[in-house]
């Protein structure tokens, strides 16, 4: 049996979607534009870390826990 160890990644999901609200509410069409692109790079960059931390799983025969 593969050795089990807690994989965390800090990820400021929470923050980015806040800053988004911000901006949506205070700059109107141009503000939901750039809130649009600042979520496609936080969900891209979630995808990103979520393949490197499979990558990382398959790699080295760990199992993932989820924190």
Known sequence: MAEQYKLT???PTRGIDDKCKIIET???DRGKAIAERDRRIKDGLHC???ELERK???QFNFVALKP
Do not use: N, R
Request: without cysteine; glycine residues 8%.
């Open 9 to 11: 990644t800090i990820f």
């Open 26 to 28: 205070y700059y109107g």
């Open 48 to 50: 990103h870390l979520q």
């Open 56 to 58: 990382v799983v398959e």
